[in-house]
């Protein structure tokens, strides 16, 4: 029986050999499913990243191994989000579509780097950040980095661009503005592994920089699920 592939490259790219010619499927690609929701999957270092056009996110995916060979790539709320299938084919998970979207390649694309920033621009991002929250839920709301390591400013501030969208999503819910009322700032800190938790009033989000710009942080999705969780803890 032959064995399927064992990651998303793999099975797009198909196993390397000594004669092996290169693929035409670029490792950084852009591809749009049949509903016409379209992505950039960048697969050319270590792990495996996806954004989603018209969103500034970047998601990290994880390999699992699924049934018959296929693979399935998971965000960090463990939910699927992209399925490669050891036939080579592709398939995109959504609210919309639970059961999948085939999609196909229509183009190459720049693999994802991060922006300039220095401790000036992140502090402009902070502030940015605590704005954006502050109006969505009627008062001041403090974002605060109190020992940022040097070299390390983009993925504070990208963490903080992605921690304001999940806030202002949860203020957008029903009774959004009540769920964060126990919480009045946000405090990011470093340390292993990348986690949010709320603590005393604080959205502590813990970032850790050995894991890169997007791997040393959690996604937007993982910080509303764990606001809506403490609230529902909290018993209020």
């Known amino acids: 029986m032959a064995e399927g592939p064992r990651s998303l490259k793999e099975a797009m790219f198909g196993k390397k050999g000594k004669d092996a010619k290169s693929s035409s499927t670029p490792a ?17 270092g270590k792990s495996v990243f996806v ?10 995916l994880t390999p699992t191994q699924g049934p018959k060979g296929d693979v399935i790539y998971k965000n ?14 592709m398939i995109l ?46 008062r001041n ?18 963490a903080a661009d992605v ?5 202002v999503r949860v203020s957008q819910q029903n009774r959004g503005r009540k769920i ?7 405090e990011f800190v470093e340390g292993r592994p990348p986690s ?18 997007w791997g040393g942080r959690v996604s937007s999705k993982r910080i509303f699920n764990v606001v809506l969780a403490s609230y529902t803890i909290g018993g209020r």
Do not use: C
Not at 163 to 167: G, I, M, P
């Open 28 to 44: 950084v690609a852009h591809f749009t499913s049949e509903d016409g929701e379209s992505f950039v999957l960048d697969q050319s």
């Open 51 to 60: 954004r989603f056009d018209g969103d500034d996110e970047v998601w990290l």
């Open 76 to 89: 960090d709320v463990g939910e699927p989000v992209l399925k490669s299938t050891r036939w080579g084919g």
């Open 93 to 138: 998970f959504s609210d919309d579509r639970p059961t999948g979207d085939p999609v196909a390649v229509t183009g190459k694309a720049e693999s994802f780097t991060p922006g300039k920033m220095s401790p000036g621009l992140l502090f402009q991002s902070l502030v940015r950040a605590s704005r954006r929250v502050s109006l969505a839920v009627g």
């Open 141 to 158: 709301f403090r974002f605060d980095a109190p020992d940022v390591t040097p070299g390390a400013d983009y993925l504070y501030a990208d």
């Open 163 to 167: 921690t304001a969208q999940a806030l």
């Open 180 to 186: 964060l009322e126990p919480i009045h700032s946000v």
């Open 196 to 213: 949010a938790t709320v603590q005393n009033g604080v959205l502590v989000m813990k970032l850790d920089t050995s894991r890169g710009t």
